[in-house]
């Protein structure tokens, strides 16, 4: 049933006009009552655009109204025209454009009828590129993203590489990148008879471009940067967005093997290997491809062994602390894939949903199923989603040969396996009219009847376009049929496998599960297969800082007043990551792709409940796995406060967690994601400091070199810290005592039970750019040492007439009556290590008189 058609308003007209609408590139005949686009706010990282309608122009300068009634003034030239106002008009034109490929006019025209019947109303909603470029510029790519080959590992291959990703995306496409083929860090490389910077410097040559791009003419570029399990770099790869700067505008993920999996469960030794480039064709034949260069007899270089717990944990840490690395299990992917036996699988595109190989694309559009709702059988209108799906199918094959192809590469490959990525947008508003949990026992057979039956549909329609138009040419019927993924479908469903047996199959793949992340909020419903974020909330882009509200919650208040939301009105944050999980895995069986997909979790989600997590996802056969820990960045693009809220609260209920407050409790769910804490201060009080205190002193191994950690009771509870690490005058011990007068301020404000505890919490984990022991005797950083010796305390109750007993050998507590004095107690100088300025590593020590970095090779006398 076709329903209502929504009016864009609000943020969605704003992205609608800004991101998708044909646009004029010559604004200088912008005239009065022209509806525009102004730039309100010139901010290189948080721009702000405003609809509004020009109101007056006197030369190349326009005075705009913008729909919340503010005049603007501005230079033509700082406009966006278009030439589309309505999305009627752009459907119009994309299923023009997309039926114009039918061989014969009768074609033509049946299927611009049939594409324009899907389009209107937004039951698919095309990708970004599509529906920004198709029939409205020949330059600009119909495909999102790209994968593209891992780079030779010489200069002139790696500068190609570049070369390669900028191209694309000054077209509008985002890339992904496998670093694997680079030879790691101090390698030597004869040619310029030094050693290589390593893989990881160059990832952030690629990053460092990217953020200089302005993806056609409208959007930041986006990149992906993987690295397989096996590469010597490893270690350095999943860390390295925790030294600032390095990598600051792409994704990471950790591409896992089955055998790394196996070695973590079971503890055992993990080798660190890259080829010989001695070998013979070195430079010709190595592509990042390890397995195939050991199977054709090629030699390899041991580098190290350590313990594959160790990078696991090191990846589990990373992504607790920044949602990074996310991991995908690249070996279990091909074995899934359709591809496997003539196109293997080495990347992912930016968002994670699209394995590709080299040269691939994604081709993506997203069924909205919140238009799928029957409302007198109060069920999915099967038949209607049905057609819409096996529309969409030849909707997406038909981009394959109407986009423009700026690499033969590219042609090539695509042409040869016709890769296409069918997706949905919608899910948790539809099951919200379903009244179905998203996460309960109940959530999980309906996706799994949902996504088979989409997935069934999408087969059988690409089936059936090989018998019209012919198979993808690289199509082998018995060794299609035996990927991972088709057993599983022709088990199911046997009338896919005789269906692909006598017709053939048009693509390759034909289910994708992508973000639509600004074409869902463009259409207002939920975005990708999440739940909604929150039902009132704040969205940060460079369109500006928005407010969102979530129509279906606010209609249900608005017919029940006074009431809370039913329990299946669900948010991300209501859900465990568990559910998280479960649902992406009962997703994941009818997706011959992948998906993105968030584990959402609280700020005191464990490092441990996340490493369970990213195992459950492999049990259950998730391809890839990315958790977001509340609060774990400085920047969110979605959140639940205003951005003055948001300082308030953090003030009120973090810095100052001692204080007493009130809380209101909100009056219907809704409002908990509105960040209205109604917090009231109660009390302030400072405990000032009696003339001699006693604690004791704890002896703490740590990256930057021995701290000497004094701990000091008030009234049986701690109440100040002192730190002494490095040598007096250094950046280190400048920056420890300041750590450890904070800590003090902390814990002597206020009457807040629970105040240790919240500060163990806050330091515990945190990790610099290196880590010393192992197990319970690892220690991140200098922070962590303090959560550690905090710990320690609080767990042996000090007593001035014993010792407290140490809980980790990297502890050597001593009883001490300091009186507010500080213990200068030094190891040998050169286990004390200093921050380094150009690399920020703790890697600078004295040499010979001057301090020099170990990791860069830095000297502050040269």
């Known amino acids: 049933m076709i329903q209502q058609k929504q009016k864009l308003e609000g943020l969605s007209e704003k992205i609608f006009l800004d991101r998708y609408a044909w646009k004029d590139p010559d604004t200088s005949h912008a005239k009065v009552g022209d509806v525009v686009l102004v730039l309100t706010k ?4 948080f721009p702000t655009k405003e609809v509004g309608e020009i109101v007056s122009r006197e030369g190349s300068i326009v005075t705009v109204k913008t729909r919340r009634g503010e005049l603007v003034e501005s230079h033509v030239d700082k406009l966006t025209l278009n030439i589309e106002k309505t999305p009627e008009e752009m459907w119009n034109r994309l299923a023009e454009a997309m039926s114009s490929v039918e061989e014969t006019p009768e074609l033509q025209e049946e299927w611009q009828k049939k594409f324009r019947y899907i389009l209107d109303d937004w039951k698919l909603v095309p990708g970004g590129r599509i529906a920004a470029g198709a029939g409205a510029s020949d330059e600009l790519t119909l495909f999102n993203c790209y994968v593209i080959p891992s780079p030779k590992d010489s200069r002139g291959g790696i500068m190609a590489t570049l070369s390669e990703m900028t191209e694309i995306m000054a077209r509008g496409g985002g890339v992904g990148i496998n670093l694997s083929s680079l030879r790691p860090r101090r390698a030597v490389v004869k040619g310029v008879n030094g050693s290589s910077s390593g893989a990881v410097s160059w990832g952030g040559l690629f990053s460092y471009t990217t953020g200089l791009i302005e993806q056609g003419g409208s959007r930041r570029g986006a990149l992906m940067l993987m690295m397989n399990d096996w590469h010597p770099d490893i270690l350095d790869f999943i860390t390295v967005k925790q030294t600032m700067g390095q990598v600051t505008n792409a994704n990471l993920s950790v591409c896992v093997s089955n055998d790394f999996m196996k070695a973590v469960k079971e503890d055992r030794d993990w080798d660190l290997v890259f080829p010989d480039t001695n070998e013979p064709d070195y430079n010709e034949i190595w592509d990042g491809d390890l397995d195939k260069w050991k199977k054709e007899g090629r030699s390899v270089i041991h580098y190290r062994t350590v313990k594959a717990r160790e990078i696991w944990h090191t990846i589990i840490e990373s992504a607790w602390k920044s949602a990074e690395p996310g991991v995908v299990f690249m070996e279990y992917y091909n074995q899934m894939s359709n591809s496997w036996y003539f196109n293997p699988i080495i990347c992912t595109n ?16 997203a069924v909205n199923l919140s238009k799928f709702y029957d409302e007198e059988k109060h069920d999915v209108a099967w038949d209607d989603l049905a057609l819409t799906t096996r529309y969409s199918v030849r909707f997406l094959d038909n981009v394959i040969s109407k986009t423009p192809y700026h690499f ?10 016709r890769r296409v990525g069918l997706g949905t947008m919608g899910l948790a508003e539809l099951m919200i009219k379903l009244n179905i949990r998203y996460g309960s026992p109940e959530s999980m057979e309906f996706l799994d009847k949902l996504y088979g039956f989409i997935a069934r549909e999408a087969y059988l329609a690409s089936s059936e376009i090989a018998g019209e138009k012919g198979s993808f040419p690289a199509f082998d019927a018995e060794l299609y049929l035996q990927s991972g993924f088709m057993k599983n479908m022709t088990e199911a469903y046997p009338e896919v496998g005789d269906a692909v047996r006598e017709s053939g199959m048009r693509n390759v793949t034909v289910i994708t599960q992508a973000p639509t992340g600004s074409t869902g909020t463009m259409v207002g419903t939920s975005t990708g297969i999440e739940p909604y974020f929150a039902f009132k909330y704040f969205r940060q882009s460079r369109l500006g800082f928005d407010e969102q509200f979530v129509p279906i919650a606010q209609d249900w208040l608005d017919a029940h007043p006074g009431e809370e939301l039913p329990d299946y009105f669900v948010t991300a944050m209501d859900l465990s990551a568990e559910d998280h999980i479960r649902a992406q895995a009962a997703i994941q069986r009818w997706v011959d792709s992948s998906i993105s997909k968030t584990a959402n979790c609280p700020a005191d989600f464990t490092v441990e409940e996340t490493g369970r997590l990213y195992e459950l996802a492999f049990d259950l056969g998730c391809k890839g796995v990315t958790i977001y820990r509340d609060g774990s960045r400085d920047v969110q693009v979605l959140q639940t406060e ?9 003030a ?3 810095a100052a967690s001692t204080k007493e407050t009130e809380v209101q409790e909100p009056a219907a769910k809704l409002q908990p994601a509105m960040g209205e804490s109604g917090a009231k201060v109660v009390d302030k009080q400072y405990k000032r400091r009696p003339q001699v205190l006693r604690g004791a002193t704890y002896k703490i191994n740590t990256p930057f070199g021995m701290a000497y950690i004094t701990i000091n009771d008030l009234d049986g509870i701690p109440s100040e810290i002192f730190l002494n690490v490095g040598k007096a005058g250094s950046d280190v011990f400048a920056m420890a005592e300041a750590l450890g007068r904070v800590c003090s301020l902390f814990l002597r404000y206020g009457d807040h039970g629970h105040k240790v505890e919240l500060l163990i919490k806050h330091l515990k984990g945190i990790g610099g750019s290196g880590a010393i022991g192992f197990g319970a005797n690892r220690v991140e950083s200098i922070a962590d040492a303090v959560a550690k010796a905090l710990e320690t305390h609080v767990q042996a109750g000090y007593d001035e007439d014993h010792d407290p007993a140490p809980v980790a050998a990297t502890l050597a ?16 100088p050169k286990a004390s290590r200093d921050l380094c300025p150009s690399c920020g590593s703790a890697t600078l020590i004295n040499i010979e008189g001057c301090k020099t970095c170990g990791n860069c090779g830095y000297s502050k006398c040269s």
Do not use: F, I, M
């Open 42 to 45: 010139d901010d290189p990282k």
């Open 350 to 365: 930016p968002c994670g949903e699209q394995g590709l190989p080299a040269w691939g694309v994604c081709n993506l559009s």
């Open 408 to 417: 033969e590469e590219n042609e090539r490959n695509q042409k040869k396996e």
């Open 642 to 650: 205003k951005k003055e809220d948001k300082k308030q609260d953090t």
């Open 652 to 654: 009120v209920n973090e």
């Open 813 to 828: 507590p001593e009883t001490a009556d300091h009186g507010g004095g500080q213990d200068h107690r030094y190891d040998d």
